[in-house]
């Protein structure tokens, strides 16, 4: 009986209340930084069919219960994900989950580097059980809330930075069985609620003297390098094993305790005991201590003067104590010259340091003055120089691990043979790419063979080379620093975009190969001794903002142990069976197969194309001559937009770089004049405007990037 007049207005509510569920229903309860976060790692954990409920992209994590999702109104503030069988990594947007509390990935197969950005705020972090790599990132220091964080059972390395100077509620901390090495961090000391520290099974070394004052009562450090002694203070904690460790026998050395050192509370001595033991005993070993540090002291401040009288006496001269001049050989860029033919007023004429004779030092070496012929010189002179050939910078470990984000997999921006290459973002704005090289590549895996690697990149400086800016050699690894391109390399812009979303014109297409065949020009035909490349390839050949090419990994050549392996399929060249039969002219080859790449857009190997056609270098060769092969050959993304007399000249290029016959194959410098004139013939093309698509298309501003 009320339909009448309350129809209406009834229908208009039911109708808004049904809209506003719609809109409820795609918006989700879910806050959408967190519904990203959580579609990034169902991702990168390769969208496994266990976790129920979750998408690849959307969803509404809260509102539709995804399995192992805790939530709290539209924020999600727990992931157990613990013994699923997940695979892949854990995501990169892992810093946009600021409410999440709780995070449990232990018991999977997850693999690469832990994510530098972990959830800001997490009390409870367990990635126990798997095999992640790299180091424990440096951002857990400035998660000051947290409680439990369990890293145990994985592969991490390399050494601990002092990053746990922030974390006064961490009671839980489980490192073992990873691979850590060196000593533990001093900031450890400032762990002021850890009760259970578990370091076994790692290589660690030095002391452990910085967990003295810890109120801990579960301590494990088996199986590591450690030395000393074990601490007094620990040696009362009911669950402490030390087994498997270098420790010194007899009794310890007395030393000073450390202020609040007896966190565990123990009452053993009394106020009045610990007056007199600490008036009498610890008077006695301050007056050790100070009548030690006077020694060192004096020692050292000889020590100083000895180092300084040698220093002066090996590069400085002094005419008045000496005498007559005695002939002195030092070398310039160019030549030897003889001190003796300086004016008296140039530059060359220097003084020697004077040392106060009331030291009693006895006089230095007499042949520290005398005259050395040439080749005494030079074999003296070559012998400094090797000491110390680098001519870089040398960048801080911690300060690469903060800029790429403790060399997080979500940095990296190119993988090879020999290492990961990573962004590193710094505060300022800058960007710079790092490469890890690993030691394995190193013939003895040490530091000294690295540093020799960075003397020879050291000296090759060219227009079309990547600059190395600096490199680091620090516990255990063994860093490149390099200039970042910000378009990437040759092959992303070749192979992994879209059809026509980077099309580069036949024009720029000249132009990366005419720069890439200078840098190797310069490798072979100017560096004394010759460059070997080895690993010539479109992705080490860089763009910068104008799409300049720039070779990357030169003289990087001395660590491939195994040519085919390093070069990667369809780049090798015939003769290349071993590292010992690579030459400068398999270097030319490796060229013209990415000469073909520009050409064609095709990879030097498709293993989806037919059997025929699956080596680029196999399949093309036969038909560079053939005028209508060739105009089939090329890249579809250039749509026809390229001058015919141009690309035939390119192709003829290419022929004579891929010959099966290495003598037959022609020197870089041959090949650049031939790309010139190839270039040229662009030039007058579109100046002309006498060929297909030079006078329409020919600019590289016409394509949007």
Known sequence: MFAGPAGPSAVAFLGVFLLLRVLVSVRGSTDGPDVSALNVMYNSLNSPSSLTGWTSSGGDPCGQRWKGIKCSGP????????????????????????????????????????????????????????????????????????????????????????????????????????????????????????????????????????????????????????????????????????????????????????????????????????????????????????????????????????????????????????????????????????????????????????????????????????????????SKFHAKRNANPIDAPVFSLMDLQTATASFSASRIVGEGSTGHVYKAKYADGKVLAVKRIDSSHLRSGNSEDFKNLVSGICRLHHPNITELLGYCCESGHHLLVYEFQKNGSLHEFLHLSDEYSKPLTWDTRVRIALGTARAVEFLHETCSPPVIHKNIKSANILLNAELNPHLTDCGLGVLYSDTKRNLGPGYSAPECTSPSAYTLKSDVYSFGVVMLELLTGRMPFDSSKSRSEQSLACWATPQLHDIDALAKMVDPALRGLYPPKSLSRFADVIALCVQSEPEFRPPMSEVVQALLRCEQRTSLNRRGGGDLGASRRSDDSDYHY
């Open 75 to 378: 924020s999600v503030t727990e992931i157990k994900l613990s013994g699923l069988g997940l695979t892949g990594s854990i995501g990169y947007q892992l810093s946009s989950l600021t409410s999440v509390t709780h995070l449990d990935m232990s018991m999977n197969n997850l693999r690469g580097d832990i994510p530098y950005q972990l959830p800001p705020n997490a009390l409870h972090i367990n990635l126990a059980r798997n095999s992640f790599t790299g180091g424990v990132p440096y951002s857990i220091s400035q998660m000051t809330d947290l409680t439990y964080l369990n890293l145990a059972n994985n592969q991490l390395s390399g050494q601990l930075t002092d990053m746990f100077g922030k974390l006064p509620s961490l009671t839980f901390l489980d490192l073992s069985y990873n691979q850590l090495t060196g000593d533990l961090p001093q900031s450890f000391g400032s762990l002021s609620s850890i009760k259970t520290l578990h370091l076994q099974n790692n290589q660690f070394t030095g002391k452990i003297d910085v967990l003295a004052a810890l109120p801990l009562e579960n301590l494990n450090v088996q199986n590591n390098h450690f030395t000393g002694w074990v601490p007094d203070e620990l040696k009362g904690i009911d669950n402490l094993q030390t087994q498997g460790n270098s420790w010194s026998s007899g009794p310890a050395p007395p030393r000073s305790t450390p202020r609040g050192a007896n966190h565990r509370g123990d009452s053993s001595g009394s106020e009045d005991n610990s007056s007199k033991e600490g008036n009498g005993t610890n008077s006695g070993v301050n007056g050790a201590i100070a009548g030690i540090v006077i020694f060192v002291f004096i020692l050292g401040l000889v020590l100083l003067v000895l180092a300084k009288r040698r220093r002066s006496s090996s590069h400085y001269i002094d005419e008045e104590n000496l005498g007559p001049a005695r002939p002195f050989t030092y070398l310039d860029s160019n030549n030897f010259k003889d001190l003796t033919s300086v004016e008296p007023n140039s530059s060359a004429h220097v003084k020697m340091l004077s040392t106060p004779s009331s030291f009693g030092l006895k006089p230095p070496p007499s042949d520290r003055h005398r005259s050395f012929n040439d080749t005494e010189f030079a």
